[in-house]
């Protein structure tokens, strides 16, 4: 994850560079280079989870398994539409816009998907099947899933005003 972080902060920066260049019309500089750091604050946020997870050396209770992969999907799909919401923002504004709130419908499912496993985990451990620290490393982690989405949100909620300027 930290190979893959680095790679996207060469990009933000070889972005700002271009843009520095003369890269796209004046007026869509500004919203390409915070829509670039929006996406390098998902990368930013990955990594903290990737990190976090790897060095807890964290395993799921078993009667969590389904819960923890539904999120771990929703995230990875988030991620996923995000990517294609910005590809579509030089081939086709209509596509990029849908696609962004598909980001931000997704975003509000993970936050239930979220909430759900937290409530879980505190039922877990009122009914003692597992202490405190194991209570606390399972929420940070189950939080941090749900901040990567957060980001995308964020990065999507660029695109209308892109969009919006080029139809301007």
Do not use: W
Not at 8 to 13: L, T
Not at 56 to 76: G, M, R
Request: glycine letters at 2%; a negative charge; proline letters at 2%.
């Amino acid at each position: 994850m930290s190979i893959l972080e680095t790679k996207a902060d060469e990009v933000r920066r070889i972005m700002e560079i271009e843009f520095f260049k003369g890269a796209f019309l004046p007026f869509d500089r500004e919203d390409r280079i915070i829509l670039a750091e929006l996406v390098d604050n998902v990368a930013d946020m990955t990594q903290e989870a990737a990190y976090g997870i790897s060095l807890s050396k964290i395993t799921f209770p078993p009667d969590y398994k389904d819960d923890f992969d539904e999120l771990v999907d929703e995230v990875i799909d988030s991620i996923a539409v995000l990517k294609e919401c910005i590809e579509l923002l030089d081939v086709d504004l209509e596509r990029a816009l849908k696609k962004a709130h598909e980001v931000e419908e997704r975003e509000i499912n993970v936050d239930m998907i979220e909430r759900r496993i937290i409530k879980k985990l505190y039922q877990s451990y009122r009914d003692d099947e597992f202490g405190i620290l194991r209570l606390l490393e399972l929420k940070t982690m189950v939080t941090r899933l749900g901040n990567i989405v957060d980001r995308a949100e964020d990065a999507s909620d660029r695109v209308p005003i892109i969009a919006a300027k080029r139809r301007g």
